[in-house]
């Protein structure tokens, strides 16, 4: 069963960056996504990235301010975020996702939260 252990939220001042890591056990690793969940909100599809390494998507509102990577060796992903925004604030969850773009996600990691100040 795979597990994934998140890290590296906190309270971060609008303009400011965080890196969120994921580190992933259990299984052989997949393909990999963030989520994030806002209050009242449902969840969203924040990036993707292929088991290699090589595709990366995002959705609109995070492209050239967030950038998902992952180290195979480690079996961690990552998400650096830039130009934090107060609309980013939220609880940030890791996926273990069945197949690229994260249609279907296999497992949920606990989430962390994210808040940006004004």
């Known amino acids: 069963q795979v597990q994934l252990v998140e890290s590296g939220g906190g309270l971060v001042q609008a303009g400011g960056s965080l890196r969120l890591s994921c580190a992933v056990s259990?299984?052989?690793?997949?393909?990999m996504g963030w989520f994030r969940q806002a209050p009242g909100k449902e969840r969203e599809f924040v990036a993707a990235?292929?088991?290699?390494?090589?595709?990366?998507g995002y959705r609109n509102s995070v492209k050239g301010r967030f950038t998902i990577s992952r180290d195979n060796a480690k079996n961690t992903v990552y998400l650096q975020m830039n130009s934090l925004k107060p609309e980013d604030t939220a609880v940030y969850y890791c996926?273990?996702?069945?197949?690229?773009?994260?249609?279907?996600?296999?497992?949920w990691g606990q989430g962390t939260q994210v808040t940006v100040s004004s």
């Open positions: 990235i292929s088991r290699s390494g090589g595709t990366t």
């Open positions: 996926a273990y996702c069945v197949a690229y773009g994260c249609g279907a996600v296999d497992t």
């Open positions: 259990g299984r052989t690793f997949s393909a």
